[in-house]
């Protein structure tokens, strides 16, 4: 967390300028009023001097934060930080002024003749600000910190019963296989080792091809077992999206569980994708589901769908085993 004090967003710095504007803009024709001066000469320098100010302030302080700070033990921060937003002060209301003169704009007589006496104490007016503003950026930053980790551990909470309850299937099915096709069962052997080697990164989120590669190389696991008799009807394109790893993958292991049935010759599983609801959709002609409960594996994906990307999982159909997975927006910590 040593640098969260020091992280400021491209969206803070829009915000700080349109409040220093807005702000200028009020006060000093607030004042012009006041002293029976055009209001629109002190609307203008208000924002000439708000923007100034802001500008030097985002120049010196991005500069620090990035190159200098850093490199210091924190005892010298506080020091450094005052003197360079006094200055962003001091130097905005030199520059401010100076552009107000070339636009002929009435100024009132202070900044005309105490220039530098008004410019300090704007200066020191900005640190009060900055001090302020850099408290609420450093306590958003430290509450956005803390909820990444949060999520980091419950996701990895999640995959650790996620992995081991693919594995447990997977073995099951070697294990069947060594007593009746020693070449299958050392062929499935291979797919498992190829399979996991392709999942074992650790990010959360993977594109939606990879994830799909993921289930082509599963059902093709399974097919060891099953003879081929589990049929996947994929599109040879699909959306730019991520999705949370093992989520489809999930989804065709549970209907292959679920709905095979050895009187049948073949399970169809369909996956397709609905671009204008950014949705996943994967149905089978398997057996009928039972309940519209979710087990223990697809609770966990439910979770990971919403932690990751604020969606959800959703059973369509019953007769003919239809689920949806509503992506939503993915969280812009994880990237695929």
Not at 142 to 171: G, M
Request: aromatic share 12%; with cysteine.
């Amino acid at each position: 967390m040593h640098n969260i004090a020091l992280h400021i967003k491209s969206k803070d710095w829009l915000y700080i300028l349109l409040i220093g504007v807005f702000f200028g803009m009020f006060l000093s024709s607030l004042g012009y009023i006041l002293l029976e001066k055009s209001p629109i000469d002190g609307a203008v320098f208000g924002v000439l001097l708000g923007f100034s100010i802001t500008l030097f302030s985002l120049v010196f302080i991005s500069y620090i934060n990035k190159n200098i700070l850093p490199k210091l033990k924190e005892i010298y921060w506080l020091p450094l930080s005052i003197f360079f937003s006094f200055l962003s002060g001091f130097l905005g209301t030199l520059v401010g002024t100076f552009l107000a003169k070339l636009l002929y704009l009435e100024l009132i007589n202070a900044f005309e003749n105490q220039i530098i006496m008004i410019a300090f104490l704007i200066g020191v007016l900005t640190y009060i600000v900055g001090a302020l503003l850099h408290r609420f950026v450093k306590m958003r930053n430290q509450k956005d910190f803390i909820d990444h980790e949060y999520v980091q551990s419950r996701l990895r909470s999640l995959e650790t019963q996620l992995n081991p309850h693919f594995l447990f299937n997977a073995l099951n099915s070697i294990a069947e296989l060594i007593h009746h096709d020693k070449d299958k069962a050392e062929a499935a052997v291979l797919k498992v080792s190829a399979f996991l080697r392709n999942t074992m990164n650790e990010k959360a989120l993977l594109s939606l091809e990879s994830e799909m590669k993921n289930v082509r190389d599963y059902v093709e696991l399974e097919n060891i077992r099953f003879s081929g008799k589990i049929h996947l009807h994929m599109p040879d394109t699909a959306p730019r999206w991520c999705v949370p790893k093992f989520s489809i993958q999930l989804l065709v292991e549970n209907a292959i569980k679920h709905g095979f049935n050895m009187e049948n010759k073949v399970l169809n599983i369909w996956l397709s994708f609905d671009e204008n609801e950014k949705r996943v959709v994967l149905k089978n002609d398997g057996n009928s589901m039972k309940s519209l409960k979710f087990g223990v594996g697809l609770s966990n994906l439910n979770q990971r769908v919403e932690l990751l990307c604020g969606g959800n999982i959703e059973i369509h159909d019953k007769k003919e085993p239809t689920f949806y997975i509503y992506l939503g927006e993915c969280h812009e910590n994880f990237d695929c």
